[in-house]
């Protein structure tokens, strides 16, 4: 078992940067994937960003890859989303998901955690 917890999200203005981070606790991450999605109210889940933890290899979507930025820290068993140039749109609930390889894909995530609100102002 795999537990990510997120932290780091709040309330930003536009034009803003935030930082989210995500601990995961239970296991050691070798050979998993550790990413990043969104969801807001009535939407589907969309995919942000992943790394592998081995190589560090990483995805991004086309629409963020240019303002955030996926990293890890194997010591602290963490990875980060560095956001920058938030904008309104980026308003959503992060999640943090563990997976056995990387992937953009929810479905190919076993381990959720239980999400950051991250609210961007106008």
């Known amino acids: 078992q795999v537990q990510p917890v997120e932290s780091g999200g709040g309330l930003v203005q536009a034009g803003g940067s935030l930082r989210l981070s995500c601990v995961a606790s239970?296991?050691?991450?070798?050979?998993?994937?550790m990413g990043w999605f969104r969801q807001v109210p009535g939407k589907e889940r969309e995919f942000v960003a992943t790394i592998a933890w081995r190589n560090s290899i990483t995805y991004y979507a086309d629409s963020m890859k240019d303002r955030f930025t996926i990293s890890r820290d194997n010591a602290k068993n963490t990875v980060y989303l560095q956001m920058n140039n938030l904008k309104p749109e980026d308003t959503a609930v992060y999640y943090c998901?563990?997976?056995?390889?990387?992937?953009?894909?929810?479905?190919?995530?076993?381990?959720w955690g239980q999400g950051t609100q991250v609210i961007v102002s106008s």
């Open positions: 998901a563990v997976g056995r390889g990387i992937s953009r894909r929810g479905r190919d995530y076993d381990y």
């Open positions: 239970g296991r050691t991450l070798g050979t998993y994937a």
